[in-house]
């Protein structure tokens, strides 16, 4: 579900996993999974879906949108719920009953709702038949060349004994040796020097600046990228990061692998549109390890 570019599902498949089934509601991201992945990806507002269309599967994996999650907006009537993505994220696990959901989100779902989110959470998915857990990861410590910070929240179904609870990938790299962002990119040619072979490498020419904030800092080339964003450039476009050497914004493609997709994953649409669903995805390489632990349950059942 919110499968987007199909970054967590690219990794998912790394790992050996197969995927039945996606959903997004985004015309240019369903383009783009179709393109690197498969055409199994439906394109419509998932509260639109019903439960039989989805076929049945052992893991069911998605990043709900948290806009309109707030304890407030759960008290609502019945119309204005279709819009809780959140809410349709339960529906859908508590219909289809999978062994395992994995679900991932900003840091902020911790503190939403002075903290009443993440216990809602827990407490819907405990009383439908799951042990659920969560932890926040910073990719770094991953072999991600970006510290970016996400939550994610993993349901084993009450019926699987204890020892095929899902279990957190552990850090695969220290802060020593965290990926910078100038290894990452290094022999990436210069986008408008080069007559380039390379997909998608264009690149926004909003102002580069060096202010303490978000999106608007100078770039530390020895350090890995702060989150790439896909919102927040104050016009309505996605504020891009900028690149190591500071003289202009990364590309899309220079955004795309520090999220760790493949050099020839090609995104469809505008530039804004590629930009928002690189800045939306799961790291690729996070999405294996989530993967290869899901793997080892598999395999533990063999
Ligand atoms: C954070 S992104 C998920 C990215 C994806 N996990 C990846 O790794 O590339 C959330 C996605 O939810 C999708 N979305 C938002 N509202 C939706 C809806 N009502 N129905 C289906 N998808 C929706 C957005 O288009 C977006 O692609």
Redesign the pocket.
């Known amino acids: 579900m919110?499968?987007?570019?199909?970054?967590?599902d690219l990794g998912l498949i790394n790992a050996g996993h197969e995927i039945i089934w996606a959903?997004?509601?985004?015309k240019d991201?369903c383009e783009t999974y179709k393109l690197n992945i498969g055409n199994h990806i439906v394109c419509k507002?998932?509260?639109d879906i019903d439960i039989n269309e989805i076929p049945d599967c052992e893991v069911i994996v998605g990043?709900f949108?948290c806009q309109g999650f707030s304890m407030a907006n759960m008290l609502r009537t019945a119309d204005d719920e279709r819009n809780i993505?959140y809410k349709q994220f339960y529906r859908i696990i508590k219909g289809k009953k999978p062994k395992y959901f994995i679900a991932?989100n900003v840091k902020g779902i911790l503190s939403l709702d002075n903290g009443n989110a993440i216990k809602k959470i827990i407490n819907d998915f405990s009383n439908a038949g799951y042990r659920v857990k969560y932890q926040s990861f910073n990719t770094a410590d991953y072999g991600v060349p970006q510290t970016r910070v996400r939550v994610i929240i993993a349901g084993s179904r009450i019926d699987l004994k204890e020892e095929m609870n899902f279990r957190f990938p552990q850090p695969t790299h220290s802060k020593k040796n965290w990926i910078s962002i100038s290894n990452a990119l290094s022999g990436i040619p210069e986008p408008d020097n080069v007559k380039t072979l390379l997909k998608n490498h264009i690149y926004s020419k909003y102002k580069i600046t060096s202010r303490n904030f978000t999106g608007h800092r100078k770039t530390d080339p020895n350090k890995p990228s702060p989150t790439i964003l896909a919102r927040g450039n104050g016009g309505g476009g996605v504020c891009a990061i900028q690149h190591p050497k500071n003289h202009r914004r990364m590309s899309v493609r220079e955004s795309a692998l520090i999220q760790t997709f493949p050099i020839d994953y090609e995104f469809v649409g505008s530039m804004g549109s590629m930009y928002r669903q690189v800045g939306?995805?799961?790291p690729v390489k996070f999405g294996q390890l989530i993967g290869q632990e899901l793997k080892e349950l598999e395999m533990t059942l063999l």
């Open positions: 919110f499968s987007g570019a199909g970054g967590l959903n997004d509601i985004d991201s507002d998932i509260s990043g949108p993505l991932e939306n995805a799961v």
